[in-house]
């Protein structure tokens, strides 16, 4: 059966507890009975955190804990009433994936990639590439941002290998531009949002274009051709 339990006024640094109500400062909190994120009003005007939805706020609560100090232009001014209870089992839970389970399959000599997420409806694609030396991409371009990260090796977009591991890269939409990979194998994880324009590197026409169901199907037909099993992608 849901309970009902106030909320309080002011900040509240919230620790782990158990069904006990804890004493902090002032009020007195029952932390397993916390408010969830649907619960959650909409920030004031001009505070820090306005333009926040509420659920976003309250992404960080898990298990009875929260790192940081709820604002307090993000609660009630007013002690209100919250359902809780079996709400709690609606809570959103993090997916995720060991990438070791997910097997690389050879795109093209010297290319490997793996596809760990894929959600077209969104859109999104994440993927991650495993280059052997010297190899160098086509030039192409991309129709959103590409995000990046840089594992092992190095790389660029030119013979300088600027990238190397733990580098970071934004990929500007728009802009031409090739992989080239330095002296040994690199791997990187590729964050993508649209396809992908291949490009005549003397006449600057586009050659090509592949969407990003493009490389979905083609990941999960280059296993099927290798004799795996269809992987566990997140979608």
Known sequence: MPISVAVPRSSTTIVPTSHTPEIIGDQTVDLDRLRTPENLPEPACGHPFA????????????DGYHANTVPSAAVPTVAEEVVVGDQLADIRRTLHIH?????????????????????????????ELRAQPGVQSGLHRHLTPVYGWTVEGTWGHDDQFLYRPGTYIYETPGVPHRFMNGPAVTRAVYIRTSGVEQIDPETGAVTSV??????????????????????????
Not at 101 to 121: I, K, N, Q, S, Y
Not at 219 to 233: H, I, K, N, S, T
């Open 210 to 235: 592949s969407v990003l169901s493009d490389q979905i199907d083609q990941y999960f037909a280059l296993c099927e051709e290798a004799g795996l099993p269809r992987p566990d992608v997140l979608e």
């Open 51 to 62: 333009g926040q939805h509420p659920r976003a706020l309250a992404a960080d609560v898990h």
């Open 99 to 127: 990438s070791d389970d997910v097997p690389f399959v050879t795109r093209a000599p010297g290319w490997e990639f793996r596809l760990l997420h894929a959600r077209l409806d969104e859109p999104l694609v994440v993927s």
